[in-house]
């Protein structure tokens, strides 16, 4: 049983367009949900982290919004650059499972010039 | 000032050897992971611990054995190696603090022929 689903496997977006990757969990007490961005070679790194009370967080290019009554959420990226080009992975976690964390199937993000 | 590292970077080996991969931590934090990440890069957990105690066993092959000497250290060690045991693995530590937001070594590339 897949605990969080991610989509799309691959994406493919335009310099200065908005990337958009989405996730669905299933479990209600998962209480953190992280991305990670992993370029090739490379271990994953955390980019930005929501907790369910927030709706939204923003970190200069990239936002999360959170729909906590869908069990959703996303990563948008602005402005998207060549360099951001990497796999991104969504995480749900909870703190009384001592942090472990189950991660989506990851979605491969190419950003052409 | 390497955060989390793991050593070595690269391993190839052949099937029914034992090989051990070692990651430390300097970040002070309170627990570590192993999780496996296969050829379509899929991440899964796959050992965890917290100051030294074994807290995570997911459902691996007994081959398989954590080893904790201190809060900084995780090694892996493989017994008997097959040639499904090929994945990158990472180690990867947290602390409540950061709400378990993760650090991830390099990672290990296994190759068993």
């Known amino acids: 049983q897949q605990q969080v689903k991610q989509s799309p496997q691959s994406l493919i977006v335009q310099k200065g367009g908005i990337s958009i990757i989405n996730c669905a969990y299933e479990n209600t007490a998962f209480d953190y949900f992280p991305w990670y961005q992993q370029f090739p070679g490379k271990g994953p790194a955390l980019l930005i982290a929501?907790?369910?009370?927030?709706s939204e967080k923003k970190e200069g290019r990239f936002t999360i919004s959170f729909n906590k009554s869908a069990k959703q959420f996303s990563l948008h990226i602005m402005d998207s650059q060549p360099g951001d080009s990497a796999t991104y992975f969504c995480?749900?976690?909870?703190?009384?499972?001592?942090?472990?964390?189950?991660f989506g199937d990851g979605t491969t993000l190419t950003v052409k010039p | 000032d390497t955060a989390v590292s793991q050593t070595p970077k690269y391993l190839v080996t052949q099937m029914g050897n034992d090989k051990s991969i070692k990651c430390e931590q300097n970040?002070?934090?309170?627990?570590m992971y192993w999780y496996k990440q296969d050829s379509k890069k899929f991440l899964k957990i796959m050992f965890s611990y917290n100051n030294k105690e074994l807290i995570i066993n997911e459902t691996v092959p007994n081959r398989f054995s954590p080893k904790s000497p201190d809060k900084a250290h995780l090694n892996l060690h493989i017994n008997s190696l097959e040639l499904g045991d090929s994945a990158v693995y990472f180690c990867?530590?947290?602390?409540?603090?950061?709400?378990?937001?993760?650090?991830f070594g390099s990672g290990t590339r296994l190759t068993v022929v």
């Open positions: 995480a749900a976690s909870m703190r009384t499972n001592a942090g472990k964390s189950t």
């Open positions: 990867a530590s947290s602390t409540p603090g950061h709400h378990y937001g993760y650090t």
């Open positions: 970040l002070g934090h309170d627990t």
């Open positions: 929501i907790r369910p009370d927030v």
